[in-house]
């Protein structure tokens, strides 16, 4: 049976535990029931095992978060430029963990974060699930239905074959990255874990490699470098034909060490990408053994159409407008 014949809308109560990562007073959040599978925003407080990962990787313990949270909210209220949920603890952490619980780094990075989206403001402005629909529809963009064996999000861009530039341009396809990237950052287990982007450029042609400008390259490297809360892990370029290098080039010298170690060209080799990503987090596809039915764009469309008021509620924060 195809995956779309057996897929339903499911709706969660929000409770206290939930609300608190929330910048609005949704009472549902929604799921898509997939077989026997329930591909939801995870909300929920982080599991034990990950708990770990946050007291070692990160330095989350009762004695540094407290003291951390109140400097952090403290800097802020001190900046007359920013409007941001200062009552937020949840919001506040969102920062303080990529950060491992240094305020002024937090500091620097809300920053960093709002000043980008002033600079690209028409990239922002209203920038809401409703009004960037095209991208789903097109399936160039997905999130698998599970995380990888670190608990990171694995975020799947397909570049090539399914991408018709006359169809849907890059702008879209970036719009699209933030607003998946958005909703990772809600998630306490992300925040920890953080994600992994595996672009898959299969089919690449002249027609898609003529869309990269310089000026596109810089947006986006600034983006991942200096303006994301949330941990990326690796960027694992997949099925890129020889072409590919031409992108690559445009990128490349906006790249620090940093974000370019983090880069991995893997070709067809699927032994690679499983040293990387266990076989049993990945679809048949990718040559994985994940046997739940495909997730589509369209799919995860219908969860984020769901939380519009959640994604305005992200937009009206911000620096002040002169």
């Not at 018709?164 to 990237?181: A, H, Q, R």
């Amino acid at each position: 049976m195809p995956a779309e014949a057996q897929t339903r809308i499911v709706l969660r109560d929000v409770t206290p535990e939930i609300s608190q990562h929330m910048l609005t007073d949704l009472e549902k959040i929604p799921g898509v029931q997939l077989g026997d599978f329930l591909l939801q925003f995870e909300l929920d407080e982080p599991r034990e095992s990950v708990r770990e990962i946050a007291r070692k990787e990160l330095r989350e313990t009762p004695d540094i978060v407290r003291p951390a949270i109140e400097e952090l909210r403290r800097l802020l209220e001190e900046d007359k430029d920013l409007l941001v949920p200062l009552d937020s603890e949840a919001w506040l952490v969102r920062f303080l963990r990529p950060c491992k619980f240094y305020p002024e780094s937090a500091y620097d990075l809300i920053k960093r974060y709002y000043g980008f989206k002033l600079k690209h403001s028409k990239h922002y402005e209203g920038l809401i699930p409703s009004k960037e629909t095209n991208v789903f529809i097109q399936n160039v963009l997905t999130v698998l239905p599970t995380r990888d064996q670190l608990g990171r999000r694995v975020l799947v861009l397909e570049l090539g074959k399914k991408w018709k530039p006359s169809k849907c341009s890059l702008d879209e396809v970036f719009k699209g990255c933030v607003l998946f990237l958005e909703a990772a950052m809600l998630e306490p287990e992300s925040q920890i874990c953080g994600a992994v982007v595996i672009f898959d450029m299969d089919g690449l042609s002249m027609q898609h490699v003529w869309q990269f400008t310089p000026s596109f390259a810089n947006r986006i490297v600034d983006w991942l470098q200096e303006a994301i809360p949330l941990r990326i892990k690796g960027l694992y370029i997949i099925n890129q034909p020889f072409i590919f290098d031409m992108v690559f080039k445009i990128f490349k010298p906006f790249l620090k060490e940093k974000l370019r170690s983090r880069i991995v060209f893997m070709g067809n080799d699927r032994k690679m990408l499983h040293e990387y990503i266990s076989p049993k987090c990945l679809p048949e596809q990718y040559g994985g053994t994940l046997s739940i039915p495909s997730v589509t764009g369209g799919q995860w469309l219908e969860l984020l159409l769901m939380c519009d008021k959640e994604f305005s509620a992200i937009n009206s924060y911000g620096y002040k407008k002169k």
